[in-house]
């Protein structure tokens, strides 16, 4: 019994201290518009590892590391898994019949559905942030991510990448 209530002591104490160093941001860019994110500093404020959901005509999830290259923290570079970005998928819209209704219902299609088929490209990459306030600083963050991988949905293999401004509280 006194070893548990000692392993919860332990685990209390120490989850006090881990969830000093949590973060959370808020953002958006191109081609994702919202981007929530969680984020844990390390090595003194010199790094963080993240998790985010991007959210935009696709959707992904990417997790990665980022490591600060200069002494006022507010440059760093970085390596990402999962969601790197999200283009159009150039998919063809059937050709023109004699029938006016089915011709009139596939245009109206195709121009829908070129607004929604983009598709994210699932990868790795590599991250270039600016941190106005330094890394982990409560603050704005620029980050531009590139990156190779396949896509969501047909497969297809392809380099890719986004801009996002967050607001890190």
């Known amino acids: ?60 999830f990417s997790a990665g590391f980022e490591q600060a290259v200069s002494d006022n923290k507010k440059h760093a570079f970085g390596a990402l898994v999962g969601a790197i970005g999200a283009r159009d998928t150039d998919q063809e819209c059937e050709s023109s019949t004699n029938d006016i209704a089915t011709d009139f219902a596939n245009t109206l299609g195709c121009a829908i559905g070129s607004i929604f088929d983009e598709e994210t490209t699932n990868g790795i990459g590599l991250t270039y942030s600016y941190n ?17 991988g396949k896509t969501s949905d047909s497969n297809e293999k392809r380099a890719d990448g986004g801009i996002s401004l967050s607001y890190e509280f």
């Open 132 to 148: 106005f306030n330094g890394l982990n600083n409560a603050g704005f963050r620029l980050e531009l991510d590139v990156g190779y």
């Open 1 to 60: 019994m006194k070893t548990k209530i000692l392993l919860l002591t332990l685990s209390i104490a120490s989850c006090s201290t881990f969830a000093n160093d949590v973060s959370f941001s808020i953002g958006g860019g191109y081609p994702y518009l919202v981007i929530p994110e969680v984020s844990l500093s390390a090595n003194e404020n010199q790094q963080r590892w993240y998790a985010n959901y991007k959210i935009g005509l696709d959707d992904g």
